[in-house]
């Protein structure tokens, strides 16, 4: 079982030239396909003249959902070569933007991809790498009155509240680092009342 993951831990910028071309890449931590477009919409706002506006994205633990794409350019010059640099460095929610301006003078293939290359990796090596556990999902249930119990046990547990609610029983749906799914469930039998499924 997957426990952790990386990704980075702020977006970050990058340019690269080579005989007149520039290439500015963007890389950013995404969750989902629709932020992955919403950001792609906006530096496409940003740099409307651009010749070019190719991009990647890997998401998920399990690395399968996945685009590469070379808005123009010839096939697997542009999209591939920036996957290829998000996946030789391991990491995953994550998406990069390569923006290019024509300089007037034809890269050829092989100028291509070592460009697209170039600028994603320099983006990638600016932003420190962040591991996160894989979290699983949790509904607690409990009376209202243990609250500053249960709130230590998550704390104690580094274990994240993703929504709440308190009237007479309350309920919390958490995220809970699958290293430490044993771990919870063995406090939780020291604990009677308070009830923990998975969702």
Known sequence: MIEQFQTLAQPSQAEFRDRG????AYAMPV??????????????????????????YRLGIDGN???????????????????GQID??????????VVRYFGGTQLGVPGLIQAY?????????LSPVLRKSVLKSFSVEFDYT????????????????????????????????????LRLQERLQEMPGILATPI
């Open 21 to 24: 071309s520039q290439f500015i």
């Open 31 to 56: 969750q989902t396909v629709d932020q992955c477009k919403s950001h792609l919409q906006e530096i496409r706002k940003e740099h409307p003249k651009a010749t070019h506006h190719c991009f990647a």
């Open 65 to 83: 959902q996945f685009r590469a794409n070379d808005d123009g350019e010839p096939s697997g010059t542009a999209g591939k070569p920036i996957l």
């Open 88 to 97: 030789s460095r391991e990491l995953t929610d994550l998406q990069v933007v």
């Open 117 to 125: 290359k170039t600028a994603t990796a320099l983006s990638l090596q």
């Open 146 to 181: 243990r609250t500053n119990e249960v709130m230590r046990l998550l704390r104690e547990l580094d274990i994240s509240i993703l929504k709440q609610q308190h009237d007479l029983f309350s309920k919390l749906e958490v995220g809970v680092p699958v290293r430490k799914i």
